[in-house]
């Protein structure tokens, strides 16, 4: 173990090499995370409801279900899923996209989240070296994609999953770059209340909600991770990426100013290249100003 650190610490290729292989792993095992975390949210909040109603009652028997039981099957047969069938993108090809017992398709957005996984993350390692940042932020980008999709499939933000970017932002800060931890804590705060302020502006002014709390809790993760200073950026890019999405498709389903659309996704992009680009969007961004 001892020497594939110092070769990671000796080599950039291998680093990068290593980091994609290995987040190709990750991916496979933030796919069971996409749809289970949501799940299992949800049947606390059945059991917290439950036990207010009915609290001399004791709670329903359930089968165990979380992120490692019950062992994933096919959805139609119920196939349980052996480990070379499990293998990340290989076994999708492998299979042909097809279960190898009742060959129901298997959807393309496994082998795609566990690419894209391993994809974002070796760009990170590449832009940000084996250092304690970038090997942290690699584990950023894994949070990123859990919550990208989860919110996409649910309109939620799991605490989980943005606080422990957060604090695993403040961690880096306050062991690694002290001089920035200020920083750090301020991108956090500025980051929250920017959001909580448009929240209930917007109610204010029309009685509804324009997003969810997770998407503050995304916003003061990521302001962790760039400093109060690049706050704008994210909030720029994730705005203007998410009014052409959504005027796109209010106008491609014939929608009117009530269309849902998940803010996260944007945040995390716009986070994402943040981190890694941000300096170069700012000089970008002020010398077309000039």
């Known amino acids: 173990m001892t020497d594939i650190f110092d070769l990671m610490a000796t080599s950039s290729t291998a680093f990068i090499s290593i980091t994609f292989v290995v987040s190709l792993l990750v991916g496979s095992f933030l796919n069971v995370v996409i749809y289970r975390l949501p799940v299992m949210m949800k049947r606390d909040w059945e059991d917290e409801l439950f036990y207010h109603q009915h609290p001399d009652k ?12 019950p062992d994933s099957t096919c959805p139609k047969c119920g196939h349980k899923i052996r480990a070379w069938e499990n293998i990340p993108v290989i076994s999708w090809l492998f299979l042909k996209a097809k279960c190898s017992q009742c060959d129901t398709s298997i959807s393309a957005r496994y082998p795609a989240i566990e690419l894209l996984t391993a994809i974002l993350s070796a760009i990170a390692a590449w832009q940000l070296g084996y250092t304690p940042i970038g090997l942290a932020f690699v584990v ?27 604090w695993l932002g403040l961690l880096i800060h306050a062991l690694f770059l002290p001089e920035a931890l200020k920083d750090a804590v301020l991108g956090g705060i500025f980051g929250y209340l920017s959001l909580f302020t448009v929240y209930w502006g917007f109610k ?7 997003m969810g709390y997770g998407d503050f809790k995304l916003l003061a993760a990521l302001g962790v991770w760039v400093g109060w200073q690049h706050l704008p950026i994210i909030i720029l890019l994730s705005s203007v990426v998410g009014a ?8 491609k389903q014939n929608k ?4 849902a659309i998940p803010f ?12 890694l680009f941000g300096d170069i969007i700012a000089t970008s961004y002020l010398d077309m100003l000039l």
């Open 58 to 69: 004791p709670l329903p028997k359930r089968d165990t279900f979380n992120l490692v039981k």
């Open 140 to 166: 950023g980008v894994w949070l990123l994609v859990a919550m990208t999709f989860i919110d996409l499939d649910e309109m939620l933000l799991p605490d989980t999953l943005t606080l422990s970017l957060l």
């Open 204 to 210: 204010l002014i029309t009685g509804k909600e324009g």
């Open 244 to 251: 052409i999405v959504g005027i796109t498709l209010m106008l």
């Open 256 to 259: 009117d100013g009530n269309l």
């Open 264 to 275: 996260g996704p944007y945040l995390a992009a716009a986070g994402y290249l943040t981190v």
